[in-house]
């Protein structure tokens, strides 16, 4: 079975630009979350997406948003870059069960440097 | 709300040395706990998992127990190897998908 992959895998942009990033799950998973990973503020929940639904959200600004497709693709936008932006976006998918303890299956990432 | 706090890092251990990175958690009824490993340059891989208390989650030579008297799930190896090598994340999941992860202990094992 294919993982987790996310393209593209290394992205640069500048500020105040907007950036899209992909996610594809494994096969047969309806769960996909996005974190975001920073040295300083480590590993944060952005948003998860089950059958094309939002189904949680973390603290992030309005400028951060996703969407899920029927194939449970999906996809995460941010508008109006800043620098703060900068980091590793993490996707992970999971056959979306209700429980809470569902393994979720990582992505190699994708790096976004905003300059 | 839900948090985890770990050990900082980095760990910085012999090979077969005993590993213990510490793990405590804030979290309002009955999470589920886990522990992810970041290899260099590679995505989080699950490592472990416990779903209630006194469970014990284990993998390749790894053990954790969640205790819900200390609110803990330290991670133990009896017996490093410089393959081991990586960053260790706690996390904890309020049975949603959504994971809260600790900060972080990077385990650096020498030959």
């Known amino acids: 079975k294919a993982g987790v992959t996310q393209t593209p895998r290394y992205l640069i942009k500048t500020r105040g630009q907007q950036v899209t990033l992909s996610c594809s799950p494994i096969?047969?998973?309806?769960?996909v979350s996005w974190y975001q990973q920073t040295p300083g503020q480590g590993l944060q929940f952005l948003f998860e997406?089950?059958?094309?639904?939002?189904?949680n959200k973390g603290n992030f600004p309005g400028r951060f948003s996703g969407r899920q497709f029927s194939n449970s693709r999906s996809e995460m936008n941010v508008s109006t870059l800043e620098l703060g932006d900068s980091a590793l976006y993490l996707c992970?998918?999971?056959?979306?069960?209700?429980?809470?303890?569902?393994?979720?299956?990582f992505g190699p990432g994708t790096r976004l440097t905003v300059l | 709300g839900n948090s985890v706090t770990q050990m900082e890092g980095p760990v910085t251990l012999s090979e077969e040395a005993f590993l213990t990175i510490n793990c405590t958690y804030t979290?309002?009824?009955?999470?589920?706990l886990f522990w992810y490993v970041q290899y260099p340059g590679e995505g989080l891989q699950l490592l472990l998992k416990?779903?209630?208390?006194?469970d014990k989650g284990s993998n390749k030579g790894f053990e954790a127990t969640y205790r819900k008297e200390t609110t803990s799930f330290h991670l133990e190896k009896g017996s490093v190897q410089v393959s081991d090598s990586a960053v260790y994340f706690c996390?904890?999941?309020?049975?949603?998908?959504?994971?809260?992860f600790g900060t972080g202990t990077r385990l650096q094992v020498f030959p």
């Open positions: 416990a779903t209630k208390a006194d």
């Open positions: 997406y089950f059958s094309e639904t939002q189904r």
């Open positions: 996390a904890l999941s309020d049975n949603t998908d959504k994971l809260i």
């Open positions: 979290a309002t009824g009955y999470p589920s």
């Open positions: 096969s047969g998973h309806r769960s």
């Open positions: 992970a998918s999971s056959p979306g069960g209700s429980g809470g303890a569902n393994e979720q299956f």
